[in-house]
């Protein structure tokens, strides 16, 4: 049975920190890239950052400097460390193991900036 599930999410203030996780089945971690993104209020989602099986990393303008995404091919995780947090870093953040065309989402997980 295949499984994507986030954790790690809350309320922070501006400038603080916080790291997601994301747990997979073995059996697409080990096949596919991974990614986070993000849906905030009346916006569509969007790609926060992506992470091959070979540890290549791709990012969104708006999260370069402050997001880093790591992989954990021995445990089957990928984690999103967020740094600098700003208001507008508020969203609903999920975890895809895959491509467009094949993909696997989790539930998602609520990250909310606010003072």
């Known amino acids: 049975q295949v499984h994507v599930v986030e954790s790690g999410g809350g309320l922070v203030a501006p400038g603080e920190s916080l790291r997601l996780s994301c747990a997979a089945s073995k059996s697409i971690f080990s096949l596919y890239p991974m990614g986070w993104y993000r849906q905030a209020p009346g916006k569509q989602r969007e790609l926060v950052a992506t992470?091959?099986?070979?540890?290549?990393?791709n990012y969104a303008n708006s999260v370069k400097g402050r997001f880093t995404i790591s992989r954990d091919n021995a445990k089957n995780t990928v984690d999103l460390q967020m740094n600098s947090l700003k208001p507008e870093d508020t969203a609903v953040y999920y975890c895809r193991a895959g491509y467009d065309f094949r993909a696997y989402w989790g539930q998602g997980i609520q990250v909310t900036v606010s003072a």
């Open positions: 992470i091959t099986t070979g540890g290549n990393t």
